[in-house]
């Protein structure tokens, strides 16, 4: 009997990259849910965002799913303060990421394109790290003026300005990583071209959700 998992997104765009990444798995059944609404307030303001991503997980626990995976590092950032039980796994993307950053040595640089997203995810890196007794050593890169590319429905001018961005860094003394999962297409095809590993958040994402789930 297939698992059941309910997967969280901010934009609809994030729905491919997931369906692509668990194409494989037949024990494991899709259920996706998409507010982009939350996004659009966090730039207002945080006023009562936090009950209503409480109410999402919550319909969405409701909806017979066996574990809740989200995919927006902002949803995942105004959970830490919903302060509610649930009675299934809630599978947060960036943590196995996080895992893989804090695993690594050396100075790494993380590329995003939503500045909205950075320092929320940021501060729950060195959260995370600080947790773990790890120590970090990371800088945030703002792909400026990339985002609305994505939120036009130009996604092919969208993943070539990050490839491009990746190819440019080569030459740096640094690991690259991409924190978002939008991000993830052009860092595959980057490595593709280079052989240079790039630190994504689906990397690890599969082995956690797999065990989550008791597959």
């Known amino acids: 009997m297939k698992k059941r998992l309910g997967c969280l997104h901010a934009h609809y765009s994030n729905i491919e990259y997931i369906e692509h990444t668990f194409q494989n798995d037949e024990d494991i ?32 626990a409701s909806c017979d799913v066996d574990a809740i995976l989200i995919t927006c590092t902002n949803y995942i950032a105004l959970l830490q303060d919903a302060a509610f039980d649930s009675s299934i796994p809630i599978i947060k993307i960036d ?22 997203t950075v320092e929320g ?70 490595e593709e071209q280079t052989a240079i590993s790039v630190i994504h958040p689906v990397k690890p994402l599969v082995a956690v959700v797999k065990k989550s789930l008791g597959i």
């Open 121 to 190: 995810t940021m501060a729950r890196l060195h959260q995370y790290a600080k947790h773990h007794e790890k120590s970090v050593s990371v800088v945030a890169k703002v792909i400026e003026q990339t985002f609305d590319l994505l939120m036009q429905g130009k996604k092919e001018a969208y993943s070539d300005v990050i490839l491009q961005t990746l190819l440019s860094l080569t030459d740096e003394q640094r690991l690259i990583s991409v924190a978002q999962l939008s991000m993830v297409e052009a860092a595959q095809q980057f």
């Open 29 to 60: 059944e899709l259920i996706h849910f998409v507010d982009p609404g939350v996004m659009q307030q966090i730039s207002k303001g945080m006023d009562n965002l936090t009950r209503k991503v409480r109410e999402q997980i919550e319909w969405i």
């Open 95 to 116: 943590e196995p990421y996080f895992e893989s950053i804090c695993n690594v040595q050396q100075p790494i640089t993380i590329l995003f394109t939503n500045p909205l």
